[in-house]
């Protein structure tokens, strides 16, 4: 238990923000006493890319939207979908059609939500004149003529959703999907509210026009410092909810972070790559650890902007296969990550890892063969390879790019040029392809395996690389209506590893400091997606 620095403008150092008042309740759901100063404070690496549902293509977004507003589903501590403003849905026999029956929940502004603001948010995200980076996630829920409304043969307005009335939803899908009501707790399926969007256009999320339905309201955004929200009195669990004010600090060293955390700033923050073992020894109540549902990994450019040398299968291969995994997830980061030799996750569920031939050998065999193959391409001392390495500022990914180049550069002779940049620029040059290699890293939408392979079929929004097989896509289009997907999914690990578009590294873990006054934080949802209208702080 770190000692709290009590009230948020303390926390905000010395700041003027509206502090917390006293917890409404004596005690928390699990009995143990509450803290006077409900505030939960979460570091964040970087500034939000949006807190519009339908704009937001970043983890840093979805978890402060998350609190703002609620779709039709949540999920729980253990990761399972339970009820959100839907209170219950029905499926047709031929599991076409979903009906969501919403209960009497408002906005922020005293107005009801309806199923046409789901109606409108829906059809808001697959319009191309919204640009959502999303755009593609409709599709992936098969909804009835979201493809073509994607390839621009029908309207917005045709896309399979209806309201039947203000408090019932209804969705026609084009192909039955087992795994549809999951991604329904997702961001961008969120309600909108027209009329706010309308008067304020992109200014709409600003803290002083947003209009949310949340357990929280929009306090304070202060770009690349803070965010502040405040509970919702007109949420329609408001009184089950117990913290009053949620504040994320954008915080991009993890050093920074950690010192922070330790002087009693933060109630959750990052582990610093390589310092788990020394602050679980020194700090076992605070120092977590726990599989989370999201890779690592690097892209080629393989659009026709890309370089030359990568449309060469041979240096693909080589270079993935002369990055020993072990020392990154071993020595680097040493926080439980496993290493990555398929895309998806072993956390996934349903999902079992393929057998790929990197994964039986020996790093020394690897090694051979890495070299064995950048010969055969054409690469030695007298014409060594050379390109450029990308990553969004962090001090982490920064000792993992050093740790891969200095790989390349020791084994092949290989010469790769680290950059880094701010996490917008970054995502936009890595989305318009000005790139060599670029570092990735997909947390899932839903716990499903396609949410991972998804990404690398030829049309999706975030194939940065533009990778393209036609086998690929084939296989993904029958995972969707297969009754065992498995073999589809064990397929396209298979040529993934084959063609290695991208250079899967590691499996992400949890591996945080977390205040041990932060009560209920669900260290068992493997897609983490938390709610912080389900925790409470304790009292110390």
Same mark, same amino acid.
């Given at each position: ?41 979460? %570091?964040? *690496? ?9 704009? &937001? ?38 599991? $076409? ?22 109606? =409108? ?37 045709? $896309?399979?959703?209806? @309201? ?14 087992? =795994? ?18 309308? /008067? ?28 502040? @929200? ?22 991009? !060293? /993890?050093?920074?972070? $950690?010192? %922070?955390? $330790?002087?009693?700033? *933060?109630? +959750? ?12 020894? /020194? ?8 599989? +989370? ?22 240096? +693909? ?6 990055? !020993? ?40 065999? %690897? ?22 390495? *990308? =990553? ?46 670029? %570092? ?17 079929? #030829? ?33 396209? /690990? ?8 991208? &250079? ?11 205040? #041990? ?24």
């Amino acid at each position: 238990m770190n000692a709290r620095i009590t009230g948020l403008s303390a926390v905000l150092l010395a700041t003027t923000v509206l502090a917390g008042p006293a917890a409404a309740q004596a005690t928390a759901p699990d009995g143990s006493a509450l803290a006077a100063d409900q505030t939960l404070t979460i %570091r964040m *690496l970087d500034e939000q890319s949006s807190l519009d549902p339908q704009l &937001i293509e970043d983890v840093s977004g979805s978890d402060i939207a998350r609190q703002l507003f609620e779709g039709l589903t949540n999920q729980n501590a253990e990761g399972e979908v339970i009820p959100g403003v839907a209170e219950s849905w029905d499926v047709s026999d031929d599991k $076409l059609t979903y009906t969501f029956h919403l209960r009497d929940a408002k906005w922020s502004n005293g107005d009801p939500v309806t199923a046409g603001d789901f109606v =409108y948010a829906w059809q808001r995200a697959i319009d191309p004149a919204t640009a959502s980076e999303y755009q593609w996630y409709m599709g992936l829920m098969s909804i009835a003529n979201a493809q073509d409304i994607i390839d621009g043969k029908k309207q917005p307005s045709e $896309l399979g959703v209806k @309201a039947v009335d203000d408090k019932t939803f209804e969705v026609t899908l084009s192909t039955p999907i087992p =795994y549809f009501v999951q991604m329904t707790s997702h961001t961008t399926t969120y309600p909108a509210p027209k009329a706010v969007i309308e /008067e304020f256009g992109d200014q709409w999320t600003a803290p002083e026009h947003i209009v949310s339905n949340g357990a929280y309201m929009l306090k304070e955004h202060v770009p690349n410092e803070r965010t502040v @929200a405040v509970k919702n009195p007109e949420y329609w669990d408001a009184g089950n909810v117990t913290i009053e004010t949620f504040v994320t600090l954008v915080i991009n !060293d /993890e050093s920074q972070a $950690l010192t %922070r955390f $330790l002087a009693g700033e *933060l109630d +959750r923050t990052e582990m610093p790559a390589g310092q788990f073992p020394r602050m679980q020894k /020194e700090h076992p109540d605070e120092a977590v650890s726990f599989p +989370r549902l999201c890779n690592y990994y690097y892209t080629f450019n393989l659009s026709d902007q890309g370089p030359e040398a990568f449309k060469d299968v041979k240096v +693909r291969q080589a270079l993935s296969l002369a990055i !020993d995994r072990d020392i990154i997830t071993k020595n680097v980061l040493a926080g439980g990550q496993p290493p990555a030799y398929t895309f998806t996750p072993a956390a996934t569920a349903n999902f079992q890892v393929p057998d790929v031939p990197a994964a039986s050998m020996t790093q020394a065999e %690897r090694d051979a063969k890495a070299k064995e193959l950048l010969a055969e391409a054409g690469y030695d001392a007298s014409n060594p390879l050379t390109f450029d390495m *990308l =990553y969004n500022t962090s001090e982490d990914h920064q000792k993992i790019a050093v740790a891969m180049s200095q790989m390349w550069k020791q084994k092949l002779g290989v010469q790769a040029n680290l950059a880094n940049m701010e996490w917008k620029t970054f995502l936009d040059t890595r989305g318009q392809q000005n790139f060599d290699m670029a %570092r990735g890293a997909w947390c899932g939408d839903y716990n499903e395996a396609s949410t991972f392979l998804d990404l690398l079929v #030829s049309q999706s929004g975030y194939n940065d690389g533009k990778y393209a097989n036609p086998k690929v896509d084939e296989l993904m289009a029958d995972a969707k209506t297969a009754d065992d997907p498995q073999a589809d999914y064990t397929q396209v /690990e298979q040529i993934l590893a084959e063609d290695m578009p991208v &250079i899967p590294v590691y499996h992400y873990a949890g591996v945080y400091m977390l205040d #041990s006054d932060v009560g209920n934080y669900p260290t068992n949802n493997v897609e983490q997606n938390w709610y912080v209208k389900d925790m409470w702080i304790k009292a110390e």
